[in-house]
Protein backbone atom coordinates (compact mmCIF):
# COMPACT_ATOMS: atom_id res chain seq x y z
CA UNK A 1 0.00 0.00 0.00
CA UNK A 2 1.45 3.65 -1.09
CA UNK A 3 1.85 5.92 1.73
CA UNK A 4 -0.84 7.62 0.42
CA UNK A 5 -3.60 5.24 0.32
CA UNK A 6 -2.26 4.39 4.15
CA UNK A 7 -5.23 5.57 6.21
CA UNK A 8 -5.51 7.83 9.85
CA UNK A 9 -4.47 6.22 13.08
CA UNK A 10 -6.21 7.46 16.20
CA UNK A 11 -5.22 6.41 20.09
CA UNK A 12 -8.76 6.65 21.64
CA UNK A 13 -8.47 4.87 24.88
CA UNK A 14 -5.53 5.06 27.45
CA UNK A 15 -4.62 3.44 30.88
CA UNK A 16 -2.14 2.28 32.79
CA UNK A 17 -1.39 1.18 36.55
CA UNK A 18 0.42 2.55 39.48
CA UNK A 19 3.51 1.50 38.74
CA UNK A 20 5.33 -0.22 41.68
CA UNK A 21 8.10 -1.28 43.35
CA UNK A 22 8.63 -4.89 42.22
CA UNK A 23 6.64 -7.59 44.78
CA UNK A 24 5.55 -3.98 47.18
CA UNK A 25 2.23 -5.10 45.76
CA UNK A 26 0.13 -8.02 47.07
CA UNK A 27 -1.45 -10.13 44.65
CA UNK A 28 -0.41 -7.93 41.52
CA UNK A 29 0.99 -10.53 38.96
CA UNK A 30 0.78 -9.75 35.36
CA UNK A 31 -2.61 -10.92 34.66
CA UNK A 32 -3.73 -8.69 37.39
CA UNK A 33 -1.72 -5.54 35.79
CA UNK A 34 -3.06 -6.57 32.62
CA UNK A 35 -6.83 -6.79 33.58
CA UNK A 36 -6.34 -3.30 35.43
CA UNK A 37 -4.79 -1.23 32.54
CA UNK A 38 -6.89 -2.70 30.02
CA UNK A 39 -10.07 -2.14 31.50
CA UNK A 40 -9.38 1.62 32.30
CA UNK A 41 -8.41 1.90 28.29
CA UNK A 42 -11.61 0.00 27.47
CA UNK A 43 -13.52 2.34 29.97
CA UNK A 44 -11.58 4.94 28.64
CA UNK A 45 -13.00 4.06 25.18
CA UNK A 46 -16.04 3.32 26.21
CA UNK A 47 -16.38 0.08 24.26
CA UNK A 48 -16.42 -3.56 25.51
CA UNK A 49 -13.50 -5.99 24.78
CA UNK A 50 -15.68 -7.73 22.54
CA UNK A 51 -15.02 -4.67 19.89
CA UNK A 52 -11.19 -5.33 19.69
CA UNK A 53 -10.51 -7.26 16.72
CA UNK A 54 -6.50 -8.14 17.24
CA UNK A 55 -3.86 -7.45 20.10
CA UNK A 56 -0.24 -6.83 20.07
CA UNK A 57 0.98 -7.42 23.91
CA UNK A 58 4.51 -6.47 24.67
CA UNK A 59 6.87 -8.02 27.54
CA UNK A 60 10.02 -8.87 28.05
CA UNK A 61 10.45 -11.07 31.17
CA UNK A 62 7.91 -14.13 30.61
CA UNK A 63 7.30 -17.11 28.76
CA UNK A 64 6.45 -17.42 25.53
CA UNK A 65 2.58 -16.96 24.93
CA UNK A 66 2.43 -14.80 28.28
CA UNK A 67 0.31 -12.34 26.27
CA UNK A 68 -2.57 -15.01 25.80
CA UNK A 69 -2.14 -15.45 29.44
CA UNK A 70 -2.82 -11.83 30.32
CA UNK A 71 -5.84 -11.36 28.09
CA UNK A 72 -7.71 -14.63 28.63
CA UNK A 73 -8.14 -13.03 31.91
CA UNK A 74 -9.87 -9.96 30.50
CA UNK A 75 -11.86 -12.13 27.36
CA UNK A 76 -11.89 -15.21 25.25
CA UNK A 77 -12.93 -13.78 22.18
CA UNK A 78 -10.73 -15.90 19.76
CA UNK A 79 -8.18 -12.75 18.52
CA UNK A 80 -4.95 -12.71 16.97
CA UNK A 81 -2.58 -12.46 19.49
CA UNK A 82 1.10 -11.16 18.89
CA UNK A 83 3.86 -11.29 21.91
CA UNK A 84 6.61 -8.79 21.02
CA UNK A 85 10.18 -8.59 22.60
CA UNK A 86 12.38 -5.82 22.14
CA UNK A 87 14.33 -4.40 24.85
CA UNK A 88 13.65 -1.40 26.63
CA UNK A 89 11.60 -0.19 23.27
CA UNK A 90 9.23 -3.14 23.43
CA UNK A 91 5.71 -1.11 24.16
CA UNK A 92 6.40 1.27 21.91
CA UNK A 93 7.50 -1.49 19.15
CA UNK A 94 3.50 -3.14 20.19
CA UNK A 95 1.91 -0.03 19.31
CA UNK A 96 3.59 0.77 15.92
CA UNK A 97 2.62 -3.42 15.09
CA UNK A 98 -0.81 -2.44 16.09
CA UNK A 99 -1.02 1.47 14.16
CA UNK A 100 0.43 -0.79 10.74
CA UNK A 101 -2.52 -3.05 11.09
CA UNK A 102 -4.49 -0.21 11.53
CA UNK A 103 -3.34 1.76 8.01
CA UNK A 104 -2.72 -1.03 6.33
CA UNK A 105 -6.61 -2.31 6.35
CA UNK A 106 -6.14 -5.46 8.25
CA UNK A 107 -8.02 -3.95 11.13
CA UNK A 108 -10.50 -1.29 12.74
CA UNK A 109 -9.66 -1.65 16.64
CA UNK A 110 -6.77 -2.74 17.27
CA UNK A 111 -5.26 -3.64 21.31
CA UNK A 112 -2.12 -2.70 21.95
CA UNK A 113 -0.68 -3.77 25.70
CA UNK A 114 2.66 -3.89 27.34
CA UNK A 115 3.43 -4.90 31.01
CA UNK A 116 6.26 -6.44 33.21
CA UNK A 117 6.63 -8.06 36.20
CA UNK A 118 10.41 -7.41 37.31
CA UNK A 119 12.79 -9.49 39.90
CA UNK A 120 13.22 -7.71 43.40
CA UNK A 121 16.89 -8.31 42.92
CA UNK A 122 19.60 -6.90 39.84
CA UNK A 123 18.71 -7.40 36.59
CA UNK A 124 20.73 -10.59 35.03
CA UNK A 125 23.01 -10.73 32.24
CA UNK A 126 21.57 -13.07 29.78
CA UNK A 127 18.97 -15.93 30.68
CA UNK A 128 20.68 -18.20 28.20
CA UNK A 129 23.83 -18.89 28.74
CA UNK A 130 24.99 -21.04 25.92
CA UNK A 131 24.27 -19.41 22.81
CA UNK A 132 25.11 -15.63 21.42
CA UNK A 133 24.12 -12.48 23.36
CA UNK A 134 22.13 -9.97 21.53
CA UNK A 135 24.66 -7.49 22.85
CA UNK A 136 28.14 -8.48 22.43
CA UNK A 137 28.80 -6.10 19.56
CA UNK A 138 28.12 -3.51 21.99
CA UNK A 139 30.08 -4.92 25.05
CA UNK A 140 33.17 -5.25 23.01
CA UNK A 141 33.01 -1.93 22.00
CA UNK A 142 32.45 -1.00 25.32
CA UNK A 143 35.08 -2.33 26.80
CA UNK A 144 37.73 -1.39 23.86
CA UNK A 145 36.62 2.32 24.72
CA UNK A 146 36.03 3.02 28.34
CA UNK A 147 36.80 -0.38 30.00
CA UNK A 148 34.33 -3.07 32.34
CA UNK A 149 33.48 -1.38 36.18
CA UNK A 150 31.63 -3.46 38.85
CA UNK A 151 28.35 -1.25 37.79
CA UNK A 152 25.66 -3.08 36.15
CA UNK A 153 26.34 -2.84 32.52
CA UNK A 154 23.13 -0.26 30.93
CA UNK A 155 24.67 2.13 34.16
CA UNK A 156 28.14 1.71 32.58
CA UNK A 157 26.69 2.21 29.34
CA UNK A 158 24.44 5.19 29.47
CA UNK A 159 27.26 6.89 31.96
CA UNK A 160 29.87 6.42 29.84
CA UNK A 161 27.98 8.56 27.18
CA UNK A 162 27.67 11.14 29.59
CA UNK A 163 31.41 11.12 30.11
CA UNK A 164 32.04 11.34 26.35
CA UNK A 165 29.64 14.45 26.13
CA UNK A 166 31.54 16.31 29.03
CA UNK A 167 34.47 15.39 27.12
CA UNK A 168 33.28 16.60 23.75
CA UNK A 169 31.12 19.82 24.87
CA UNK A 170 32.12 20.42 28.13
CA UNK A 171 28.65 19.16 29.83
CA UNK A 172 29.23 19.06 33.71
CA UNK A 173 27.82 16.23 36.35
CA UNK A 174 25.33 19.27 37.42
CA UNK A 175 23.25 19.07 34.31
CA UNK A 176 22.99 15.77 34.64
CA UNK A 177 21.57 16.06 38.29
CA UNK A 178 19.39 18.93 37.09
CA UNK A 179 17.55 16.75 34.87
CA UNK A 180 17.12 14.24 38.03
CA UNK A 181 15.49 17.33 39.48
CA UNK A 182 13.25 18.34 37.00
CA UNK A 183 11.97 14.99 36.61
CA UNK A 184 11.49 13.72 40.18
CA UNK A 185 9.60 16.76 40.55
CA UNK A 186 7.34 16.40 37.90
CA UNK A 187 6.61 13.22 38.96
CA UNK A 188 5.01 14.90 42.77
CA UNK A 189 2.04 15.35 40.48
CA UNK A 190 1.89 11.92 38.83
CA UNK A 191 -0.35 9.54 41.33
CA UNK A 192 0.67 6.39 39.00
CA UNK A 193 4.07 7.23 39.34
CA UNK A 194 6.45 4.84 41.01
CA UNK A 195 7.95 7.70 42.91
CA UNK A 196 6.25 11.08 43.91
CA UNK A 197 9.20 12.64 45.97
CA UNK A 198 11.02 15.95 45.65
CA UNK A 199 14.52 16.32 46.41
CA UNK A 200 17.45 18.80 46.22
CA UNK A 201 20.15 19.41 43.80
CA UNK A 202 22.48 18.21 46.41
CA UNK A 203 20.40 15.22 47.57
CA UNK A 204 20.43 13.95 44.15
CA UNK A 205 23.96 14.81 43.40
CA UNK A 206 25.00 13.42 47.01
CA UNK A 207 23.26 10.10 46.56
CA UNK A 208 24.90 6.63 46.04
CA UNK A 209 27.72 6.78 42.95
CA UNK A 210 26.71 4.57 40.27
CA UNK A 211 28.98 5.20 37.23
CA UNK A 212 30.37 8.26 37.27
CA UNK A 213 28.72 10.69 36.77
CA UNK A 214 25.42 8.98 37.52
CA UNK A 215 24.38 8.67 40.77
CA UNK A 216 21.67 6.71 42.28
CA UNK A 217 18.78 9.50 42.38
CA UNK A 218 19.53 9.79 38.62
CA UNK A 219 19.10 6.54 37.54
CA UNK A 220 15.69 4.92 36.70
CA UNK A 221 14.10 1.90 38.84
CA UNK A 222 12.93 -1.72 38.42
CA UNK A 223 9.40 -1.31 38.04
CA UNK A 224 6.40 -3.11 37.94
CA UNK A 225 3.09 -2.44 35.82
CA UNK A 226 0.97 -2.26 32.51
CA UNK A 227 -0.21 0.66 30.46
CA UNK A 228 -2.38 -0.15 27.03
CA UNK A 229 -3.74 1.58 24.57
CA UNK A 230 -7.06 1.23 22.22
CA UNK A 231 -5.98 2.26 18.90
CA UNK A 232 -8.54 2.74 15.59
CA UNK A 233 -9.68 3.62 12.32
CA UNK A 234 -11.09 7.42 11.48
CA UNK A 235 -14.01 5.50 9.96
CA UNK A 236 -14.03 3.40 14.21
CA UNK A 237 -13.70 6.65 16.01
CA UNK A 238 -17.11 8.42 14.13
CA UNK A 239 -18.73 5.06 14.31
CA UNK A 240 -18.39 4.94 18.31
CA UNK A 241 -18.63 8.98 18.19
CA UNK A 242 -15.16 9.03 20.19
CA UNK A 243 -13.73 12.54 18.22
CA UNK A 244 -13.62 14.11 21.36
CA UNK A 245 -10.53 12.08 22.76
CA UNK A 246 -9.19 10.48 19.49
CA UNK A 247 -5.75 11.60 19.60
CA UNK A 248 -4.19 10.60 15.87
CA UNK A 249 -0.65 9.21 15.70
CA UNK A 250 1.17 11.40 12.90
CA UNK A 251 3.87 9.17 12.27
CA UNK A 252 5.72 6.38 14.11
CA UNK A 253 9.31 5.42 13.17
CA UNK A 254 11.95 3.42 14.25
CA UNK A 255 15.36 3.05 13.54
CA UNK A 256 17.92 0.02 14.36
CA UNK A 257 21.69 0.00 15.17
CA UNK A 258 24.06 1.92 12.16
CA UNK A 259 27.59 1.17 10.87
CA UNK A 260 28.12 4.13 13.45
CA UNK A 261 27.21 2.50 16.80
CA UNK A 262 29.90 0.33 16.16
CA UNK A 263 32.82 1.86 13.68
CA UNK A 264 33.10 5.29 15.55
CA UNK A 265 33.96 4.18 18.62
CA UNK A 266 31.59 6.27 20.53
CA UNK A 267 29.80 5.91 23.58
CA UNK A 268 26.67 8.00 22.66
CA UNK A 269 25.90 6.59 19.61
CA UNK A 270 26.44 3.14 21.40
CA UNK A 271 23.28 3.75 23.30
CA UNK A 272 21.42 4.96 20.48
CA UNK A 273 21.68 8.65 19.53
CA UNK A 274 22.35 7.62 15.83
CA UNK A 275 19.31 5.57 15.87
CA UNK A 276 17.24 8.46 17.56
CA UNK A 277 18.68 11.19 15.20
CA UNK A 278 17.51 8.80 12.27
CA UNK A 279 13.97 7.78 13.49
CA UNK A 280 13.39 11.57 14.55
CA UNK A 281 14.73 12.93 10.98
CA UNK A 282 12.12 10.34 9.23
CA UNK A 283 9.26 11.61 11.57
CA UNK A 284 9.57 15.47 11.52
CA UNK A 285 10.41 14.79 7.39
CA UNK A 286 7.15 12.96 6.81
CA UNK A 287 4.79 15.24 8.74
CA UNK A 288 6.28 18.48 7.48
CA UNK A 289 6.63 19.28 11.41
CA UNK A 290 9.85 20.55 13.21
CA UNK A 291 11.15 20.34 16.88
CA UNK A 292 9.84 23.84 17.30
CA UNK A 293 6.73 22.64 16.99
CA UNK A 294 6.26 20.59 19.80
CA UNK A 295 5.39 21.40 23.37
CA UNK A 296 5.50 18.20 25.04
CA UNK A 297 7.52 15.29 25.17
CA UNK A 298 8.29 12.10 27.01
CA UNK A 299 11.56 10.66 26.48
CA UNK A 300 13.84 7.87 26.87
CA UNK A 301 15.20 8.92 30.74
CA UNK A 302 16.66 5.27 31.87
CA UNK A 303 19.35 7.36 33.18
CA UNK A 304 19.83 11.19 33.23
CA UNK A 305 22.51 11.26 30.97
CA UNK A 306 20.51 9.75 28.15
CA UNK A 307 17.68 12.39 28.38
CA UNK A 308 20.61 15.08 27.64
CA UNK A 309 22.00 13.39 24.60
CA UNK A 310 18.52 13.06 23.51
CA UNK A 311 17.49 16.53 23.35
CA UNK A 312 20.06 16.97 20.78
CA UNK A 313 19.28 13.54 18.75
CA UNK A 314 15.90 15.01 18.47
CA UNK A 315 16.76 18.49 17.11
CA UNK A 316 15.34 20.00 20.34
CA UNK A 317 19.13 22.15 19.91
CA UNK A 318 21.96 21.82 18.54
CA UNK A 319 24.64 19.11 18.51
CA UNK A 320 26.46 19.76 21.85
CA UNK A 321 23.75 22.28 23.19
CA UNK A 322 21.56 20.06 25.51
CA UNK A 323 23.77 21.41 28.41
CA UNK A 324 22.70 25.57 27.87
CA UNK A 325 18.63 23.98 27.14
CA UNK A 326 19.04 22.19 30.74
CA UNK A 327 20.53 26.12 32.41
CA UNK A 328 18.00 27.88 30.51
CA UNK A 329 15.19 25.70 31.87
CA UNK A 330 14.27 24.79 28.45
CA UNK A 331 12.76 21.48 29.39
CA UNK A 332 10.20 22.07 32.18
CA UNK A 333 7.53 24.18 32.60
CA UNK A 334 7.49 27.83 31.33
CA UNK A 335 10.44 26.97 29.03
CA UNK A 336 10.53 25.76 25.21
CA UNK A 337 9.23 22.44 26.04
CA UNK A 338 8.40 20.03 28.91
CA UNK A 339 10.26 17.36 28.81
CA UNK A 340 8.59 14.00 31.10
CA UNK A 341 5.85 15.80 32.76
CA UNK A 342 5.19 12.24 33.98
CA UNK A 343 8.07 11.93 35.93
CA UNK A 344 9.53 10.34 32.96
CA UNK A 345 11.15 6.57 34.08
CA UNK A 346 13.39 7.92 36.34
CA UNK A 347 10.75 8.35 38.98
CA UNK A 348 7.80 7.40 37.22
CA UNK A 349 9.37 4.18 36.80
CA UNK A 350 10.58 1.33 33.85
CA UNK A 351 8.82 -1.78 33.49
CA UNK A 352 10.42 -2.21 30.48
CA UNK A 353 7.44 -3.48 28.62
CA UNK A 354 4.91 -1.24 29.26
CA UNK A 355 7.39 1.93 29.52
CA UNK A 356 6.73 2.88 25.64
CA UNK A 357 2.27 2.76 26.26
CA UNK A 358 2.82 4.53 29.46
CA UNK A 359 4.40 7.62 27.71
CA UNK A 360 1.51 7.36 24.92
CA UNK A 361 -0.76 7.64 27.85
CA UNK A 362 0.64 10.57 29.23
CA UNK A 363 0.94 12.34 25.69
CA UNK A 364 -2.77 11.04 24.79
CA UNK A 365 -4.40 13.03 28.36
CA UNK A 366 -2.11 16.14 27.92
CA UNK A 367 -3.34 16.90 24.19
CA UNK A 368 -7.05 15.53 25.61
CA UNK A 369 -6.05 18.75 27.95
CA UNK A 370 -6.61 15.73 30.98
CA UNK A 371 -3.76 16.31 33.67
CA UNK A 372 -4.71 18.27 35.94
CA UNK A 373 -2.12 19.70 37.96
CA UNK A 374 0.79 19.02 35.65
CA UNK A 375 -1.07 20.09 32.17
CA UNK A 376 1.64 21.51 29.76
CA UNK A 377 -0.34 24.77 28.56
CA UNK A 378 -1.46 24.37 24.93
CA UNK A 379 -0.15 21.54 24.40
CA UNK A 380 -1.15 20.52 20.63
CA UNK A 381 1.55 18.45 19.38
CA UNK A 382 3.53 15.82 21.10
CA UNK A 383 6.81 14.15 20.67
CA UNK A 384 7.59 10.41 22.25
CA UNK A 385 11.07 9.24 22.13
CA UNK A 386 11.76 5.34 23.38
CA UNK A 387 14.85 3.41 22.98
CA UNK A 388 16.00 -0.25 23.52
CA UNK A 389 19.68 -1.20 23.70
CA UNK A 390 20.32 -4.00 20.98
CA UNK A 391 18.97 -1.90 19.36
CA UNK A 392 15.37 -0.10 18.89
CA UNK A 393 14.73 3.29 18.49
CA UNK A 394 10.74 4.55 18.11
CA UNK A 395 10.14 8.03 17.71
CA UNK A 396 6.33 9.28 17.57
CA UNK A 397 4.27 12.15 16.65
CA UNK A 398 1.39 12.98 18.15
CA UNK A 399 -1.80 15.64 17.71
CA UNK A 400 -5.54 15.78 18.50
CA UNK A 401 -7.56 14.39 15.32
CA UNK A 402 -10.60 16.20 16.43
CA UNK A 403 -9.89 19.67 18.08
CA UNK A 404 -12.85 21.02 17.22
CA UNK A 405 -14.31 18.28 18.99
CA UNK A 406 -11.94 18.63 22.05
CA UNK A 407 -13.36 18.05 25.39
CA UNK A 408 -13.62 20.82 27.76
Given at each position: MSNHQKRKVYVVGVGMTKFEKPGSRANFDYPEMVQESVGKALKDARIPYDTIQQAVVGYCYGDSTSGQRALYGVGLTGIPIYNVNNAC??????????????????????????????????????????????????????????????????????????????????????????????????????????????????????????????????????????????????????????????????????????????????????????????????????????????????????????????????GLCREGEGAKLVDQGDNTYGGKYVVNPSGGLISKGHPLGATGLAQCTELCLQLRGSCGDRQVPGAKIAL???????????VSLYRHGFPQSRST
Open positions: STGSTALMIAKQLIEGGVAECVLALGFERMARDALTATAYKDRAHPMERHMEVMSEVEGFGSATVTAQLFGNAGREHMRKYGAKPIHFAKIALKNHRHSVKNPLSQYQDDYTLDQIMQSKMIHEPLTLLQCCPRSDGSASAVVCSEEFVKKHRLESQAIEILAMEMATDLPSSFKEKSSMKLVGYDMTKSAASRVFAKTGLRPTDVQVIELHDCFATNELITYEALQHNIGLGGAAV
